[in-house]
């Protein structure tokens, strides 16, 4: 079983669309992320979120909105694609105490055309 | 604002070698030092260290952090061509809150 997986692995779309990535852990865990790795390979993170509180990273534009049904889940939602939306984005999952160790999921492929 | 420096950027070695890849940070409040390998997917947890001087070490790989000097290595002996990887370090704070991570050091092992 996946601990963190993603859909989908990849994502072709046109600037202008909405689109949205999965993910879902299956660890228990009561804390989830969403990073984006861009062509230099550089991982940032975009926004951390458990039952009690998100926090966002003030550089994310408000074209991105984290969107959680329950524990096990968190979806991001991008709506306007712009050309520098295209990167990896990985979803990760933690146990909050744990000093931000964590699992990654595999990664979603994002490109804008 | 926190941040991370790695350094190398990129390296290449060759199998055999012993390689020393260097992380500095400055983080608020800070709390642990992880060490990922990422090749073709997704980052692979390495290491995580939360006191000075106390080495952590996993077959070939070892790595230390010196809090008073606010910087990690990490150690990889008699290198492997399937260490090729880039190496990412991040920093967490006590707040819970996500990694900060380095750019991370291209490895390449060659035959």
């Known amino acids: 079983d996946t601990a963190v997986s993603q859909t989908p692995k990849y994502l072709v779309t046109q600037m202008g669309n909405d689109k949205s990535i999965k993910c879902e852990q299956n660890l228990g865990h009561d804390t989830m992320y969403w990073y984006k790795q861009d062509s230099k390979k550089f991982l940032k993170i975009m926004f951390s979120?458990?039952?009690?509180?998100?926090?966002i990273n003030e550089t994310v534009p408000n074209r991105f909105s984290p969107k959680s049904p329950d524990k096990a889940h968190l979806n991001l939602h991008i709506n306007s694609l712009e050309l520098g939306d295209s990167a990896v984005y990985f979803c990760a999952s933690g146990e909050s105490g744990t000093g931000g160790l964590g699992t990654f999921g595999s990664g979603t492929r994002l490109t804008v055309v | 604002e926190d941040k991370v420096v790695q350094s190398p950027l990129s390296l290449v070695v060759h199998e055999g070698d012993t390689v020393t890849l260097n992380c500095s940070y400055e983080v608020t409040n800070f709390r642990s030092l992880l060490w990922y390998k990422q090749e073709k997917k997704a980052p692979t947890f390495l290491f995580m260290l939360?006191?000075?001087?106390i080495e952590k070490k996993s077959g070939r790989l070892s790595s230390i952090l010196d809090k008073k000097e606010l910087f990690s290595i990490l150690n990889i002996t008699a290198t492997q061509t399937g260490d090729s990887a880039i190496y990412l370090c991040a920093a967490s704070p006590h707040s819970g809150y996500a990694l900060n991570f380095g750019k991370g050091t291209s490895l390449l092992v060659t035959p």
């Open positions: 979120y458990n039952n009690k509180e998100l926090i």
């Open positions: 939360t006191s000075s001087g």
